[in-house]
């Protein structure tokens, strides 16, 4: 009789002690779980030559708005001086940017040929000018009040003649004036109709 009950007592023992197989890999427990970040578009790329800063001239210059000057910035990116990129850009006051423009060395170093004394310059010489060119550029000689004159005729290749005619209206209006290349002056102002930088072509080297 005593053995017979033993039996039982035996197997629900070894039931208890038994793993169970069927539970789920503890790996596999929300709180053990790896979760991956998500990715960061907006972190910076490592630095690479292509986006080290070589040289950075900023101007504070009252032209989209008459209280609140803006900031005209150049910035040179890259290995060296005479391969790097140039970026031109002017932000406003609430920090928009409204104007962009990329540049190169070279668009900066081909006025040099109107100073050179010599048939040839140096790599040293060349990075000198460019480096010149860039402190010069805002000038305050370069910022010029009225954008535009009333002898100024219009052209094509710029502001539509509507918004000319504005700007044209406006005393208060300022130009900025920029030579790039050899002979290619340009000209841009700030239009309160469009709400945008627009370029007044027809200045000429």
């Given at each position: 009789?005593?053995?017979?009950?033993?039996?039982?007592?035996?197997?629900?023992?070894?039931?208890?002690?038994?793993?169970?197989?069927?539970?789920?890999?503890?790996?596999?427990?929300?709180?053990?779980?790896?979760?991956?970040?998500?990715?960061?578009?907006?972190?910076?790329?490592?630095?690479?030559?292509?986006?080290?800063?070589?040289?950075?001239?900023?101007?504070?210059?009252?032209?989209?708005a008459p209280a609140s000057p803006d900031e005209f910035r150049l910035t040179l990116r890259g290995k060296d001086v005479l391969t790097g990129e140039i970026t031109f850009t002017?932000?406003?006051?609430?920090?928009?940017?409204?104007?962009?423009?990329?540049?190169?060395?070279?668009?900066?170093?081909?006025?040099?040929?109107?100073?050179?004394?010599?048939?040839?310059?140096?790599?040293?010489?060349?990075?000198?000018?460019?480096?010149?060119?860039m402190d010069e550029f805002f000038a305050e000689k370069n910022f010029r009040r009225p954008a535009l004159a009333a002898k100024d005729a219009y052209q094509e290749g710029g502001?539509?003649?509507?918004?000319?005619?504005?700007?044209?209206?406006?005393?208060?209006?300022?130009?900025?004036?920029?030579?790039?290349?050899?002979?290619?002056?340009?000209?841009?102002?700030?239009?309160?109709?469009?709400?945008?930088?627009?370029?007044?072509?027809?200045?000429?080297?």
């Amino acid at each position: 009789m005593r053995t017979t009950l033993l039996f039982p007592l035996f197997g629900l023992l070894a039931a208890c002690s038994t793993p169970d197989t069927r539970q789920a890999p503890a790996a596999a427990t929300p709180d053990t779980v790896t979760r991956l970040e998500p990715m960061d578009t907006a972190r910076a790329r490592a630095t690479t030559p292509q986006s080290d800063t070589l040289k950075t001239v900023r101007s504070r210059h009252i032209f989209s708005a008459p209280a609140s000057p803006d900031e005209f910035r150049l910035t040179l990116r890259g290995k060296d001086v005479l391969t790097g990129e140039i970026t031109f850009t002017i932000t406003d006051a609430a920090g928009q940017v409204i104007f962009r423009e990329i540049l190169t060395p070279a668009d900066l170093e081909a006025s040099l040929v109107n100073e050179m004394k010599t048939p040839t310059v140096t790599a040293a010489e060349r990075e000198a000018y460019v480096r010149r060119r860039m402190d010069e550029f805002f000038a305050e000689k370069n910022f010029r009040r009225p954008a535009l004159a009333a002898k100024d005729a219009y052209q094509e290749g710029g502001a539509d003649r509507t918004t000319w005619e504005d700007i044209r209206k406006r005393p208060d209006a300022i130009g900025f004036v920029y030579l790039v290349g050899k002979e290619d002056r340009r000209r841009i102002a700030y239009s309160p109709r469009t709400k945008q930088v627009v370029q007044l072509p027809g200045l000429g080297s």
